[in-house]
């Protein structure tokens, strides 16, 4: 059973920068899609960036240029590198990873493991 834990969520100013991490255990790290998404109240999920096993990466309109995704497959972790982080980015934000490398990246069903969350609160 693969398990994902995400870290480094917290509490920043507008125009402030966080790094998300996601240890993954129990599986072939190196073989998954690893995505981020996240969830404000009120809100649905929605897709934030991918990294693909081959390290493509690809990021949601609201996030270019801000977000910056990565992966080290020696640590089996993925990471978030979030800078000039806006009020409107407050979430939870939870790492996923599909294991067939395929599907649509951008919906959450194509997932197949989910970390806990971790709670990003960008005040203004």
């Known amino acids: 059973q693969v398990q994902l834990v995400e870290s480094g969520g917290g509490l920043v100013q507008a125009g402030g920068s966080l790094g998300l991490s996601c240890a993954a255990s129990?599986?072939?790290?190196?073989?998954?899609?690893m995505g981020w998404f996240r969830q404000a109240p009120g809100k649905e999920r929605e897709f934030v960036a991918v990294?693909?096993?081959?390290?493509?990466?690809y990021y949601a309109a609201s996030v270019k240029g801000r977000f910056t995704i990565s992966r080290d497959n020696a640590k089996n972790t993925a990471y978030l590198q979030m800078n000039s982080l806006k009020p409107e980015d407050t979430a939870v934000y939870y790492c996923?990873?599909?294991?067939?490398?395929?599907?649509?990246?951008?919906?959450?069903?194509?997932?197949?493991?989910w970390g806990q969350g971790t709670q990003v609160t960008v005040s203004s």
């Open positions: 996923a990873a599909n294991r067939r490398g395929s599907g649509s990246y951008a919906l959450a069903p194509s997932y197949d493991y």
């Open positions: 990294i693909t096993s081959s390290a493509y990466k």
């Open positions: 129990g599986g072939a790290f190196g073989n998954y899609y």
